[in-house]
């Protein structure tokens, strides 16, 4: 309520999320908010007004706010560090009504998609996009899905031929002309070198260190290391401009 009463633009993600789009429901440790990066001080500063500690835990993506037994994850950006949270993610939200307190909650395809990249040894949240697709894949705007993937489409195509697996009852929910576009390319690519050096994404969907011998000892280039230069430095030539 005091993020509203401040006017400060945010959506509502996570569990919160998840349960207004699907209605199942898990016991949630703390609320995310997601913000974009400039207004993330504003928000800070909101909270430290109400008694919260907060705090920049990762400059890439996340910071968090504490009280008591209540956290607050102020979310600005992907976990794996390829993009941050644009003006799109509240244009595209959706009004909902959560803890009696009305706020957006974000897009359900920007939902999917940063889910999609949660796949670690210790957390795979497939469940939650198929949920997802079952509850909402007649409304999905699914161009957007793809452009939102844009690069990483074979992620995307991988779980939805795990959702025709899953739920066979349902794969007609996905449009045939989304599967044909993705197949499409698989087909091109298959027969296609790849050449782009030793790399690997695996960073890209693990962060905890899974595929640290990758890089270490086998001597692959880390995707997402190499995403987070280059938006760090499309992002000072965009401060120079301005100056």
């Known amino acids: 309520m005091a993020l509203n009463e401040a006017k ?31 207004h993330v001080p504003w928000a800070m500063s909101v909270l430290e007004a109400l008694g919260f500690a907060t705090r920049v835990r990762h400059e890439q993506w996340l910071a968090e706010a504490l009280l008591d037994q209540r956290k607050i994850d102020l979310v600005f950006g992907m976990g794996n560090w390829i993009s941050y949270v644009d003006r799109g993610y509240l244009e595209r939200a959706r009004s909902a009504l959560i803890l009696e307190v009305p706020v957006l909650v974000m897009p359900a ?11 670690s040894r210790e957390r795979y949240d497939a469940a939650d996009i198929f949920h997802l697709l079952v509850a909402t ?31 066979p009852s ?14 499409a390319r698989f087909q091109r690519t298959r027969v296609r070198p790849w050449r782009g050096g030793e790399l690997c994404r695996g960073f890209l969907l693990d962060g905890i260190g899974t ?4 890089v270490t000892e086998w001597g692959y280039r880390d995707a997402r290391q190499e ?5 760090e430095m499309r992002r000072l030539e965009e401060r120079e401009e301005a100056a």
């Open 8 to 38: 400060v633009p945010y959506a509502v993600g996570g569990a919160f999320a998840l349960h207004w789009y699907t209605g199942f429901w898990r016991v949630a440790k703390d609320l995310d908010i997601l913000l974009q990066p400039p």
């Open 109 to 119: 395809e920007e939902l999917i998609y940063s889910k999609a990249f949660v796949a």
């Open 137 to 167: 894949a007649p409304t999905l705007d699914w161009p957007h899905l793809l452009d939102l993937f844009g690069e990483h489409w074979e992620l995307l195509l991988s779980h939805l031929v795990m959702f025709r697996y899953v739920y």
């Open 170 to 183: 349902h794969r007609d929910l996905v449009p045939p002309g989304v599967l044909d576009e993705l197949l």
């Open 211 to 214: 595929y640290s011998l990758d």
């Open 227 to 231: 995403a987070w230069e280059e938006r």
